[in-house]
């Protein structure tokens, strides 16, 4: 006869004879937490800029647009941006936020500049939130192409501003 010790273990079994077989279980476990990764532009740590110049050709002020973008640094330099979404939550909000574009006390609103994606990702107007996926894990790509409305005269100078979209796991 044998004795086995009692002891706390993890599961196990024991066969004997011929033809004998022992099986034991092991349990997995992974944890995933929800996650987020949105990119705009270029990879790394600059941020793309966009730029309209009204000097550029024969561009009248306040004619009306859309005006395409006649510059900018990184990805951002034609006017139009990858954009590159991945998450595993079970759904997401897109927000557009930030101030005017200014040049001293002078201002432009956001509201100025139309942004429009190719499909797959669509773009929240400024000042906005949008849902725009069905739940489930995703990552995806797209191409936010902007303009600029030329419809207003504005004062002369060189206005800059920031838009930070936001992407929030729900």
Known sequence: MVTLPSLS?????????AGASAQADLDFRITIPNFVYFQIGSAGA??????????????????????????????GADGSLSIT??????NVSI??????LTSGALTIPFTDITATG????P???????????????????DTWSYTYDNSTIYGAGIYNGTVT????AL
Do not use: H
């Not at 927000?95 to 005017?100: C, K, N, Q, Y």
């Not at 979209?165 to 929030?168: A, D, E, S």
């Open 9 to 17: 273990l993890a599961d196990s079994g024991i066969g004997f004879g």
């Open 46 to 75: 600059t941020v793309d800029r966009v730029e309209y110049d009204l000097n550029v050709g024969a561009i009248q002020p306040g004619t009306g647009g859309p005006i395409a973008a006649t510059g900018g640094t990184g990805d």
């Open 85 to 90: 979404l991945a998450t595993n939550a079970a």
């Open 95 to 100: 927000a557009a936020s930030g101030g005017d």
């Open 118 to 121: 190719t499909g797959t990702i």
């Open 123 to 141: 773009v929240p107007d400024f000042g906005t939130t949008i849902t725009p996926f069905a739940p489930g894990a995703l990552s995806i790509s």
């Open 165 to 168: 979209y936001t992407v929030t």
